[in-house]
């Protein structure tokens, strides 16, 4: 899919990373235990005493270099334009928005649902803008190129190494499980689900609204 950078396609992007940044705040809130990507981020902000925005930042961008040594396309520089947005967005959502969000109860199953939908929403809004995707969304395809997995499965793959990564950084500096619990699993067996759920709905729109208009 070629990029074309349009005021539409530009507005997709934002709403994802809204909703991206949102859900990945939110996984911090809830105690289940964050996403997989996010239990790496949370131990980088421990060990290095840093917002969940700056390891984010560090995270993504090793990601990044990695896409652009195997691919050689200089289509991934677009996406330290998103790492740029994406950081202090999750600054935002943490440090301002939710910094007195504290959840117990049922609350902390709704702020979980709404985790658990808003990160793979936010992705499918990425992925339709017809951008360079989500940093871990282009892992995911990355993954699926040299696995010849389906999409679900190489997103689900990519969740369990991250997952694994991040237990051994944090055992290996006194913080145990760090930030993983049970609820992370739902997010590993969920997201790449979610993702293409939700970009299934979108081309069934699009096509209705293509129909209705040609009708």
Known sequence: M???ITIKNSILYVVGLVFLSLGVALSFRHGFGASSA???TYIL???FDISLGTASFFLCTVIIG???LYFRNLKFLFLFVQVTLFSPLIDFWDLIVF???FPVGYETIVVYVISLLAMPLGCAFLIRSSYPAGVFDELMFLT???????LPVSRMLNELLLVLV???ISFSTQNGFGSVNVGTLGYVFTIG????????IADKIVLRRKLKHEN
């Open 99 to 101: 910094a007195n969000l």
């Open 66 to 68: 990695l896409l652009l």
């Open 45 to 47: 902000s421990t060990v």
């Open 2 to 4: 070629k990029s074309r």
């Open 144 to 150: 699926a190129h040299l696995t010849k997995l389906k």
């Open 38 to 40: 996010d239990n790496l």
């Open 193 to 200: 689900f979610f993702i293409k759920v939700f970009l299934t």
């Open 166 to 168: 991040a237990l051994i």
